[in-house]
């Protein structure tokens, strides 16, 4: 909608700046001037009112009346016929007085730095003029605090805040009490993260405070220097000068939302990377800032009018943060343009211009009226033949590398726990968690104050062990300082106390209620944990489709594309485990190619609190069925015989070659794990050998351990393991394996003797007990499965749902948008990062939930055999979802939506190389798909040179013969290496999944034998330029099935990072590479999956509603408080009701895709879920 083409604009073209239009021509104007421009004030009009012109004036600072914006939008404003704008000189505003200023009719005048409000107030009061923006309203722009009294009696939401005046003549208004984690301010209480804003609106200092449990420090905002906006201190103390507004942080993934109002019908919006996130400000090749324009809901177009009118300012900017699903007004800026629209420089002219001439054409006799024009029709970008579209990406990942976790367990009955339990609500649940650093505090100092009794009165009538109560507060007065990350401490009632276990039997059994204290260290994400996460962020961009200018020819060029033009709705989830929140942060900014350090990240990126056991399960509190299955595992564990045919059934009941493996390795459990402590015994006395040398006094271990911290965690594992009768506790088995992997991996320059035999037999023992703790047989595994993550299946399931328009997701506007060539694209990606019980648990679900029949699906049986071989789901391990649409099929049609099933066993451990299990690749083609003849047009080219397209390069010479198998579907991009090539040499591509298809194979559901050539673990994209190019050579076909099967997979890479170059982090060891995702499935239907998850979460709230029952009477029989059922450990969720017409199926789409039309449904849409489910759609 050009302005050009309105009733009652002229042709003229050329604007008619009058005066101060030309910088250097600046003149002081005199009387003939002034009636030359306006007619003559306060006389009787004989001119012919025909010619009489309408002035504007611009009234403000040469730097704003002179800019782009303003230019642009005023040489559109003169294209009105009647309509002459008048620039008042910046000298004349600033020396002269204002009866010398210019007249005019109609006055656009708005305050920045140095300009004289007063002044062009007693302008407005001498000459009347009609007024864009109120002058008097911009008075209270200026103040914070007004701002926010003006939104508050508007009804507009904005964050929870408190205002701190430090005025002497109103103390009552200058409360603080600052804490480690919270502010309480005049009596409102603020936790961390919260934000610290100036009350001035000129003072751009603005601070966020992180808490403890993200590291601490603060984030300061500033106005734009070159490329920053903001910095990262490690200062966590508020300022103690200067007058504040504290409020409540909003967590925006990253994204502030700018809006800009002309008039109350018509507001622009604009969304840009979050100052606060890494402080790096993008800009384009002008230098502006990047931002892009998105859609506003009729919600926010409902606030952008009252902000509007509010503070009468017809062009107004304001900031929205979009945060769980509603809009927040942070900040009033008043006067403002946007900065790079075209678009909205057409609209702006036409509606000032339209306002303008409604106001006073009548009055100065003007025939005009208002121009009716057809609304623009939008852009409908189209597609042909046959393509797929990626719809929706669902990871749920574990953590990475760590240091070993540590525990301690002891039954407390002293009336201080007691005490320190009720005063932070344990009775509610029946459990207490305390992480932050104020509550670990206080269980150190009743640690302290039960020892120093013991050393007064030693027959003091003090429960508590001695050793018990010394371990806690050494490991609590670990590194001088506290930070929940690194340690926490877990109540949990016991109304008749605990049973004694066999190896600590001592007096009678007391009577009487108790507390089971559990003490937890240990579990840190490691330097090299970060570096995994980092790296497999970087490499999962290139699972996205398109890309270009910046990001073209690089891996996940088109992730970063989708992802800052706001077409990637992306949300991240972690459990609370510091080490998993660090894990999401760091794959966050490899991800997203972040910069700087995790703190912002995490708190802005990374979702954790308030999700009823999403993520989270306590491994302390055991259901029936576990605890049945831990019993059967120590029965058979503990048979000092060579394992028989009854043993194998007993213990392997599925025939997993991996159990079975372990097994015949161990032969007899007993005499093995005599091994295992004689092995465990002989490195405590080389460590304590080592601390006697007094050239390791001051040796360094990985991560700043001491050879004390390394000896400590020996010692504890040899006591604990071989229990006083004798006996073996077989829970210590995981906690061994888990220290010697980590020595094995970090500590390996010590050249302690026969830690890989240690390691090849912990390992063994340790493939038997991880796996099988979560159920022995497949319906104990099922069993165990729903208890720990059907939460986290329902949120799935949603997800799947919901790839449709959802309002609360930043989403590109495509009628404003530039050099976007798909506009419409939308793709959802949602994360889940957790720790290996649920990893494990929906592995099972898939596994043993009945998705397919092995019997009657080649491929999935084919996938069944492989997951029965991996050994061990290690860090980093990867189940990932991916939905496809195809636009060509009818939106009813079963075949619309796509699923495909993908798993990574995560990280490679120690000699994994020559028996690791091998896959089929991924993303290999789908029988239903080994007929058709794709149309060569139908696919996105991506090798063309065109904008949202990734500047691919060709195929590369493969050495081993691989049928490259693929289906065509967009973002099916891949990294490959020669074979011959070693990794510091290695010569990367990438290339869309095109190949030659044989027409002699057959349909037979085997179309997963092409090997898997996506890494996870990509070098710097940087790096990636300076890779040798080699030229393409013909892929060779297999003529006959027999062939296929019997070839060797196609060599995988993925590389190692040893202190590589971009990690910044400090002695980092060898950091072990990741297995490349495997296609479990490809050629699944939504309509399957939806169906498999209803039926097993409908299935596994019935169990679990059972479970709550027996729970339930048995806490109640005990006297006990009630439990909470939407505890961690017991979630309970009301299964989804889907209520949706017969007619329709549940894949049934009322629009088309995302791909033909940006603003309809472009995904299975599906009734709302019963208001009972706990959970948000995002």
């Given at each position: 909608?050009?302005?050009?083409?309105?009733?009652?604009?002229?042709?003229?073209?050329?604007?008619?700046?009058?005066?101060?239009?030309?910088?250097?021509?600046?003149?002081?104007?005199?009387?003939?001037?002034?009636?030359?421009?306006?007619?003559?004030?306060?006389?009787?009009?004989?001119?012919?009112?025909?010619?009489?012109?309408?002035?504007?004036?611009?009234?403000?600072?040469?730097?704003?009346?002179?800019?782009?914006?303003?230019?642009?939008?005023?040489?559109?404003?003169?294209?009105?016929?009647?309509?002459?704008?008048?620039?008042?000189?910046?000298?004349?505003?600033?020396?002269?007085?204002?009866?010398?200023?210019?007249?005019?009719?109609?006055?656009?005048?708005?305050?920045?730095?140095?300009?004289?409000?007063?002044?062009?107030?007693?302008?407005?009061?001498?000459?009347?003029?009609?007024?864009?923006?109120?002058?008097?309203?911009?008075?209270?722009?200026?103040?914070?605090?007004?701002?926010?009294?003006?939104?508050?009696?508007?009804?507009?939401?904005?964050?929870?805040?408190?205002?701190?005046?430090?005025?002497?003549?109103?103390?009552?208004?200058?409360?603080?009490?600052?804490?480690?984690?919270?502010?309480?301010?005049?009596?409102?209480?603020?936790?961390?993260?919260?934000?610290?804003?100036?009350?001035?609106?000129?003072?751009?200092?603005?601070?966020?405070?992180?808490?403890?449990?993200?590291?601490?420090?603060?984030?300061?905002?500033?106005?734009?220097?070159?490329?920053?906006?903001?910095?990262?201190?490690?200062?966590?103390?508020?300022?103690?000068?200067?007058?504040?507004?504290?409020?409540?942080?909003?967590?925006?993934?990253?994204?502030?939302?700018?809006?800009?109002?002309?008039?109350?019908?018509?507001?622009?919006?604009?969304?840009?990377?979050?100052?606060?996130?890494?402080?790096?400000?993008?800009?384009?090749?002008?230098?502006?800032?990047?931002?892009?324009?998105?859609?506003?809901?009729?919600?926010?177009?409902?606030?952008?009018?009252?902000?509007c009118l509010a503070f009468k300012q017809t062009v107004c900017g304001f900031d929205l943060l979009r945060a769980n699903g509603h809009s927040f007004v942070c900040d009033v800026n008043g006067f403002s343009f946007v900065k790079n629209s075209m678009k909205y420089y057409d609209d702006c002219a036409k509606v000032l211009g339209n306002m303008v001439m409604r106001e006073l054409a009548p009055q100065f006799h003007i025939p005009w009226s208002i121009p009716m024009e057809a609304e623009d029709i939008p852009i409908v970008p189209t597609t042909s033949g046959t393509m797929m579209e990626l719809r929706c990406v669902i990871a749920v990942i574990r953590h990475g590398d760590r240091t070993p976790k540590q525990k301690m367990k002891m039954e407390v009955r002293n009336a201080l726990f007691f005490?320190?339990?009720?005063?932070?609500?344990?009775?509610?649940?029946?459990?207490?968690?305390?992480?932050?650093?104020?509550?670990?505090?206080?269980?150190?100092?009743?640690?302290?104050?039960?020892?120093?009794?013991?050393?007064?009165?030693?027959?003091?009538?003090?429960?508590?062990?001695?050793?018990?109560?010394?371990?806690?507060?050494?490991?609590?007065?670990?590194?001088?300082?506290?930070?929940?990350?690194?340690?926490?401490?877990?109540?949990?009632?016991?109304?008749?106390?605990?049973?004694?276990?066999?190896?600590?039997?001592?007096?009678?059994?007391?009577?009487?209620?108790?507390?089971?204290?559990?003490?937890?260290?240990?579990?840190?994400?490691?330097?090299?944990?970060?570096?995994?996460?980092?790296?497999?962020?970087?490499?999962?961009?290139?699972?996205?489709?398109?890309?270009?200018?910046?990001?073209?020819?690089?891996?996940?060029?088109?992730?970063?594309?989708?992802?800052?033009?706001?077409r990637h709705d992306l949300k991240i989830y972690a459990s609370d485990e510091g080490r998993v929140q660090m894990t999401a942060a760091a794959f966050a900014k490899g991800l997203l190619a972040l910069e700087g350090e995790l703190t912002p990240i995490l708190v802005q990126m990374v979702k954790s609190a308030n999700m009823n056991g999403l993520l989270d399960s306590d491994s302390d509190s055991l259901t029936d069925c576990q605890q049945r299955v831990k019993a059967r595992l120590h029965e058979i564990m503990q048979k000092n015989k060579d394992f028989s045919e009854e043993d194998y059934n007993k213990l392997a009941p599925t025939s997993s070659p991996s159990l079975v493996n372990s097994m015949r390795v161990i032969v007899n459990p007993v005499r093995t794990c005599d091994q295992v402590h004689?092995?465990?015994?002989?490195?405590?006395?080389?460590?304590?050998?080592?601390?006697?040398?007094?050239?390791?006094?001051?040796?360094?271990?990985?991560?700043?351990?001491?050879?004390?911290?390394?000896?400590?965690?020996?010692?504890?594992?040899?006591?604990?393991?071989?229990?006083?009768?004798?006996?073996?506790?077989?829970?210590?088995?995981?906690?061994?394996?888990?220290?010697?992997?980590?020595?094995?991996?970090?500590?390996?320059?010590?050249?302690?003797?026969?830690?890989?035999?240690?390691?090849?037999?912990?390992?063994?023992?340790?493939?038997?007990?991880?796996?099988?703790?979560?159920?022995?047989?497949?319906?104990?595994?099922?069993?165990?499965?729903?208890?720990?993550?059907?939460?986290?299946?329902?949120?799935?399931?949603?997800?799947?749902?919901?790839?449709?328009?959802?309002?609360?997701?930043?989403?590109?506007?495509?009628?404003?948008?530039?050099?976007?060539?798909?506009?419409?694209?939308?793709?959802?990606?949602?994360?889940?990062?957790?720790?290996?019980?649920?990893?494990?648990?929906?592995?099972?679900?898939?596994?043993?939930?009945?998705?397919?029949?092995?019997?009657?699906?080649?491929?999935?049986?084919?996938?069944?055999?492989?997951?029965?071989?991996?050994?061990?789901?290690?860090?980093?391990?990867?189940?990932?979802?991916?939905?496809?649409?195809?636009?060509?099929?009818?939106?009813?049609?079963?075949?619309?939506?796509?699923?495909?099933?993908?798993?990574?066993?995560?990280?490679?451990?120690?000699?994994?190389?020559?028996?690791?299990?091998?896959?089929?690749?991924?993303?290999?083609?789908?029988?239903?798909?080994?007929?058709?003849?794709?149309?060569?047009?139908?696919?996105?080219?991506?090798?063309?040179?065109?904008?949202?397209?990734?500047?691919?390069?060709?195929?590369?010479?493969?050495?081993?013969?691989?049928?490259?198998?693929?289906?065509?579907?967009?973002?099916?991009?891949?990294?490959?290496?020669?074979?011959?090539?070693?990794?510091?040499?290695?010569?990367?591509?990438?290339?869309?999944?095109?190949?030659?298809?044989?027409?002699?194979?057959?349909?037979?559901?085997?179309?997963?034998?092409?090997?898997?050539?996506?890494?996870?673990?990509?070098?710097?994209?940087?790096?990636?330029?300076?890779?040798?190019?080699?030229?393409?050579?013909?892929?060779?076909?297999?003529s006959s099935q027999a062939e296929l099967l019997s070839m060797p997979a196609v060599k995988r890479f993925s590389v190692s990072y040893a202190r590589h170059p971009t990690n910044g982090f400090e002695g980092c060891s060898l950091v072990p590479s990741i297995y490349p995702l495997e296609t479990l499935h490809n050629s699944l239907s939504l309509k399957q999956v939806d169906e498999f998850l209803t039926a097993l979460c409908k299935n596994g709230s019935e169990a679990q509603f059972k479970r709550l029952k027996s729970l339930s009477a048995m806490f109640e029989s005990h006297s006990q408080p009630s439990i909470d059922v939407d505890s961690p450990e017991t979630p309970v969720s009301i299964p989804v009701q889907l209520n949706q017409p017969a007619a329709q199926p549940l894949w049934y789409t009322?629009?088309?895709?995302?791909?033909?039309?940006?603003?309809?449904?472009?995904?299975?849409?599906?009734?709302?879920?019963?208001?009972?489910?706990?959970?948000?759609?995002?």
């Amino acid at each position: 909608m050009s302005g050009s083409s309105g009733q009652g604009m002229c042709n003229s073209g050329l604007p008619r700046f009058l005066i101060g239009s030309e910088v250097g021509k600046i003149r002081e104007l005199d009387d003939a001037d002034m009636r030359n421009i306006s007619g003559s004030y306060g006389e009787d009009e004989e001119e012919d009112q025909s010619e009489r012109q309408i002035v504007v004036g611009i009234c403000s600072m040469m730097k704003k009346s002179k800019s782009k914006p303003m230019t642009e939008i005023m040489e559109r404003l003169c294209k009105f016929e009647y309509i002459t704008v008048v620039i008042f000189p910046e000298e004349v505003i600033l020396n002269e007085p204002v009866e010398k200023w210019p007249l005019c009719d109609c006055l656009i005048s708005f305050h920045s730095k140095g300009f004289p409000l007063d002044k062009a107030v007693s302008y407005a009061k001498l000459r009347n003029p009609l007024l864009i923006n109120d002058l008097n309203m911009q008075y209270f722009i200026q103040d914070r605090r007004e701002v926010y009294r003006i939104l508050q009696e508007e009804g507009i939401d904005l964050p929870r805040y408190a205002v701190l005046n430090r005025d002497p003549d109103r103390p009552e208004e200058c409360n603080l009490v600052e804490s480690e984690d919270h502010v309480e301010v005049n009596g409102e209480v603020f936790h961390k993260p919260f934000v610290e804003k100036p009350v001035s609106a000129e003072d751009h200092n603005v601070y966020i405070y992180y808490p403890t449990s993200a590291g601490g420090g603060s984030q300061r905002l500033f106005r734009k220097i070159g490329s920053r906006s903001s910095v990262y201190s490690p200062e966590s103390t508020v300022r103690k000068t200067g007058s504040y507004i504290y409020e409540e942080f909003m967590p925006t993934d990253g994204t502030d939302v700018k809006v800009y109002t002309v008039g109350p019908d018509y507001a622009h919006a604009e969304a840009r990377k979050s100052p606060a996130l890494d402080g790096k400000v993008e800009r384009d090749s002008e230098g502006k800032e990047i931002r892009y324009p998105v859609m506003l809901t009729a919600m926010e177009k409902l606030v952008a009018r009252k902000v509007c009118l509010a503070f009468k300012q017809t062009v107004c900017g304001f900031d929205l943060l979009r945060a769980n699903g509603h809009s927040f007004v942070c900040d009033v800026n008043g006067f403002s343009f946007v900065k790079n629209s075209m678009k909205y420089y057409d609209d702006c002219a036409k509606v000032l211009g339209n306002m303008v001439m409604r106001e006073l054409a009548p009055q100065f006799h003007i025939p005009w009226s208002i121009p009716m024009e057809a609304e623009d029709i939008p852009i409908v970008p189209t597609t042909s033949g046959t393509m797929m579209e990626l719809r929706c990406v669902i990871a749920v990942i574990r953590h990475g590398d760590r240091t070993p976790k540590q525990k301690m367990k002891m039954e407390v009955r002293n009336a201080l726990f007691f005490d320190l339990f009720e005063k932070y609500g344990g009775y509610k649940s029946g459990k207490l968690k305390l992480k932050k650093p104020k509550q670990l505090q206080e269980v150190l100092d009743i640690a302290r104050q039960l020892l120093a009794e013991l050393v007064l009165h030693n027959d003091c009538e003090i429960e508590e062990k001695k050793s018990k109560l010394e371990q806690l507060k050494t490991v609590l007065e670990m590194y001088g300082h506290f930070s929940g990350i690194n340690r926490k401490v877990q109540l949990t009632y016991l109304p008749n106390g605990q049973p004694k276990a066999s190896s600590e039997e001592e007096d009678a059994l007391k009577e009487g209620p108790s507390l089971l204290l559990v003490l937890k260290w240990g579990g840190e994400l490691t330097p090299a944990g970060r570096v995994q996460a980092e790296e497999l962020g970087r490499a999962f961009r290139c699972m996205y489709p398109g890309g270009q200018g910046d990001y073209a020819g690089f891996p996940g060029c088109g992730l970063l594309r989708l992802h800052s033009t706001y077409r990637h709705d992306l949300k991240i989830y972690a459990s609370d485990e510091g080490r998993v929140q660090m894990t999401a942060a760091a794959f966050a900014k490899g991800l997203l190619a972040l910069e700087g350090e995790l703190t912002p990240i995490l708190v802005q990126m990374v979702k954790s609190a308030n999700m009823n056991g999403l993520l989270d399960s306590d491994s302390d509190s055991l259901t029936d069925c576990q605890q049945r299955v831990k019993a059967r595992l120590h029965e058979i564990m503990q048979k000092n015989k060579d394992f028989s045919e009854e043993d194998y059934n007993k213990l392997a009941p599925t025939s997993s070659p991996s159990l079975v493996n372990s097994m015949r390795v161990i032969v007899n459990p007993v005499r093995t794990c005599d091994q295992v402590h004689t092995l465990i015994k002989s490195l405590t006395y080389q460590i304590c050998k080592r601390l006697e040398d007094p050239k390791s006094a001051d040796l360094q271990l990985y991560h700043s351990e001491t050879l004390e911290l390394m000896l400590q965690r020996w010692s504890k594992l040899e006591r604990d393991f071989r229990m006083k009768n004798g006996r073996y506790d077989i829970s210590k088995i995981p906690d061994i394996y888990d220290c010697v992997k980590y020595d094995t991996q970090h500590n390996s320059s010590l050249n302690l003797e026969d830690t890989l035999e240690l390691f090849r037999l912990s390992r063994a023992l340790a493939d038997i007990i991880i796996p099988q703790e979560y159920g022995i047989t497949k319906a104990e595994k099922l069993d165990i499965a729903s208890a720990y993550c059907l939460p986290l299946v329902k949120k799935i399931q949603l997800d799947l749902q919901r790839t449709h328009e959802d309002e609360a997701v930043n989403k590109l506007h495509p009628l404003y948008s530039r050099g976007v060539m798909s506009p419409g694209r939308h793709v959802r990606t949602r994360l889940y990062f957790t720790s290996e019980s649920h990893v494990h648990s929906l592995l099972s679900i898939f596994r043993y939930g009945g998705l397919l029949d092995d019997q009657k699906d080649e491929q999935w049986k084919q996938a069944m055999d492989y997951l029965s071989a991996v050994t061990e789901l290690n860090y980093m391990t990867q189940i990932v979802i991916m939905l496809y649409e195809d636009n060509n099929k009818d939106p009813s049609s079963e075949e619309r939506f796509h699923v495909e099933l993908h798993f990574s066993p995560g990280v490679k451990g120690c000699k994994d190389e020559d028996n690791a299990p091998m896959g089929f690749g991924f993303r290999p083609a789908s029988s239903e798909n080994h007929e058709k003849q794709t149309n060569p047009g139908s696919l996105e080219d991506l090798s063309q040179d065109e904008p949202d397209r990734a500047a691919l390069t060709e195929p590369i010479n493969i050495q081993r013969k691989s049928p490259l198998i693929r289906n065509r579907k967009a973002g099916s991009m891949e990294a490959l290496s020669e074979s011959n090539t070693s990794s510091r040499g290695l010569a990367y591509r990438i290339f869309p999944s095109t190949s030659r298809q044989s027409p002699e194979i057959k349909p037979s559901g085997l179309g997963a034998q092409c090997a898997g050539l996506f890494s996870a673990s990509f070098p710097n994209l940087r790096d990636l330029t300076r890779a040798p190019r080699k030229k393409p050579s013909s892929l060779r076909s297999l003529s006959s099935q027999a062939e296929l099967l019997s070839m060797p997979a196609v060599k995988r890479f993925s590389v190692s990072y040893a202190r590589h170059p971009t990690n910044g982090f400090e002695g980092c060891s060898l950091v072990p590479s990741i297995y490349p995702l495997e296609t479990l499935h490809n050629s699944l239907s939504l309509k399957q999956v939806d169906e498999f998850l209803t039926a097993l979460c409908k299935n596994g709230s019935e169990a679990q509603f059972k479970r709550l029952k027996s729970l339930s009477a048995m806490f109640e029989s005990h006297s006990q408080p009630s439990i909470d059922v939407d505890s961690p450990e017991t979630p309970v969720s009301i299964p989804v009701q889907l209520n949706q017409p017969a007619a329709q199926p549940l894949w049934y789409t009322s629009g088309p895709s995302s791909t033909v039309s940006s603003a309809g449904p472009s995904s299975p849409s599906v009734a709302e879920p019963s208001s009972n489910f706990g959970f948000n759609n995002e």
